[in-house]
């Protein structure tokens, strides 16, 4: 038996028995109550809907969202965008109203624009929505800094994955949750792929759609359709060499902090005390003897002030670096550990922020680090192990820096 109203179904519910072989009627319990337009006639079930074809594509430019269902809050289309607004300490959701399978390889895409009004200031993408309190979600805590791939449980919004940078308020940013194989999710924004989580059963079950934690958001450009894998990078081997002046840096991965191209230079800002790194993907390991320079320069700003060249990169806490601590006016050679950033070897020296240094490093012989500026040999560290095993790049511990002309090369 189901219960419409105004069209809409509201209740469902199957009985034991059959619910035919009795009369049919009116009533009330304990209540007066009016009634008109009665009709009892034989229900034919309306046809199936017919299955989804994508891509299915929503920009809002007509006013109304038909393609979505309200789930909770309130939502409404003005200026050509979605707006979500939240019961006050709630959630708001919204989901596309569609029906019929969908491919273990999906993609849903969308503009997200947080406001600063509000109780919080958040906005996602949500897929494998079950109900009020099951579903998966993938974007932005504001307020935290944060971006998150997790999951609404009845015990709350838990996240599987996260990765912190800078993110603001009346800022678009469109965001990208791609679903391989049914259950691994990649969160990408404006382009660059942020997060990655790997769930246990089907993602592709439930309904994608759009929400908030307690927050107003605008939405806009919504994109759900079949996700095809990019082809595999070229391979990159050295020499390696980036001037930055194209306004990318397509040679380097993020590993931690905010990177930036502004100005032809490669711009390095730490979340809160934490570090900034940037990695060269080389698809082979790096020879014996190789060297790796670029220009640095440590900016007046941020917790600490330094600025390094970094090799042999295995983990956010295992690589080696060379470089600047200038607020000590110290050179040095040293190795990144799960504790702290250990000096092996310094040298004094003084050194300024707002001014260009050019640090080149050569290994030779897998283990032998010699650490020259501007021209000038400052001295050289041997390490017990080959610094072969990692990748080579650029980085700050807490400090804001940038970086040019960035170059790798095999020696002989």
Do not use: C
């Amino acid at each position: 038996v189901s219960l419409r109203v105004g069209g809409v179904e509201m209740v469902t519910h199957s009985f034991a028995d059959s619910a035919t072989d009795g009369a049919v009627g009116i009533g009330a319990r304990a209540a007066t109550t009016q009634f008109d337009d009665l009709v009892v006639q034989q229900f034919v079930p309306p046809p199936p809907p017919p299955p989804i074809t994508l891509p299915v594509a929503e920009d809002f430019d007509d006013g109304v969202a038909d393609l979505f269902a309200v789930q909770s809050g309130t939502w409404d289309v003005a200026t050509g965008r979605y707006q979500a607004v939240p019961v006050a300490g709630g959630s708001a959701v919204s989901i596309l109203d569609l029906t019929g399978p969908l491919p273990a390889d999906v993609q849903m895409q969308a503009t997200l624009h947080a406001q600063s009004a509000g109780f919080q200031q958040n906005g996602f993408i949500v897929f494998d929505y079950q109900g009020p309190t099951n579903f998966k979600y993938a974007g932005a805590f504001v307020g935290t800094n944060r971006w998150a791939i997790g999951q609404r449980t009845a015990v709350g919004w838990i996240d599987d994955a996260t990765f912190n940078q800078t993110i603001n308020t009346g800022q678009d940013y469109a965001l990208e949750v791609a679903i391989e194989n049914d259950q691994e999710v990649t969160l990408r924004v404006d382009g660059s792929e942020l997060v990655t989580h790997t769930y246990v059963g089907s993602l592709t079950d439930g309904d994608f759609g759009l929400a908030t934690r307690n927050a107003r958001s605008l939405f806009d450009d919504v994109l759900l359709d079949e996700f095809v894998p990019p082809p595999p990078p070229p391979p990159v081997t050295l020499p390696v060499a980036d001037d930055f002046n194209d306004g990318v840096a397509d040679l380097f991965a993020v590993q931690s902090g905010s990177w930036d191209v502004t100005g032809g230079r490669y711009h390095a800002s730490p979340i809160a005390a934490s570090d900034a790194i940037s990695t060269v993907q080389l698809s082979d390991p790096l020879p014996a003897d190789f060297q790796v320079q670029a220009i640095v320069q440590a900016e007046p700003i941020g917790v600490q002030q330094n600025a390094f060249v970094i090799f042999d990169y295995v983990s956010p806490t295992d690589f080696k670096f060379a470089g600047a601590f200038v607020g000590t006016n110290r050179w040095s050679i040293g190795h990144r550990t799960p504790a702290s950033w250990v000096k092996d070897v310094t040298f004094n020296q003084t050194i300024n922020t707002s001014t260009d240094y050019l640090v080149h490093v050569e290994v030779d012989s897998s283990t032998n680090v010699s650490l020259s500026v501007d021209g000038v040999l400052l001295g050289s560290y041997t390490f017990a192990d080959p610094l072969t095993n990692g990748t080579v790049g650029i980085g700050t511990r807490q400090a804001h820096s940038q970086f040019d002309d960035f170059q790798g090369a095999a020696i002989g």
